[in-house]
Nanobody, 115 residues
Framework: QVQLVESGGGLVQPGGSLRLSCAGS????????MAWYRQAPGKQREMVAT???????NYADSVKGRFTISRDNAKNTMYLQMNSLKPEDTAVYYC?????????WGQGTQVTVSS
């Protein structure tokens, strides 16, 4: 059974940092494109960052220069380092694993940026 489990969310002040993790079981990370998405209340889920099997990264314009996505295939884990957080970054953050014809989602972790 495939499971993706996010962790590391929480409450942080504006300008602060958080590091999210996505741990996979029953799945071989190395063959998937991995990604972080987020969904704020009343808004559609949006892509935050992606990282291919080869390590090529892509970011939403709103997080470029502040967030860094990385992966450790040996540990079946993906990370999202989030710096200079803003209130508009408040959302539930989800990790996903994707390849043609097959995809998986985690259950999400809440990130709240507020003073």
């Amino acid at each position: 059974q495939v499971q993706l489990v996010e962790s590391g969310g929480g409450l942080v002040q504006p300008g602060g940092s958080l590091r999210l993790s996505c741990a996979g079981s029953g799945i071989r990370f190395s063959i998937f494109t991995m990604a972080w998405y987020r969904q704020a209340p009343g808004k559609q889920r949006e892509m935050v960052a992606t990282i291919t099997q080869g390590g090529t990264t892509n970011y939403a314009d709103s997080v470029k220069g502040r967030f860094t996505i990385s992966r450790d295939n040996a540990k079946n884990t993906m990370y999202l380092q989030m710096n200079s957080l803003k209130p508009e970054d408040t959302a539930v953050y989800y990790c996903s694993a994707d390849r043609p014809g097959l995809g998986f989602w985690g259950q999400g972790t809440q990130v709240t940026v507020s003073s």
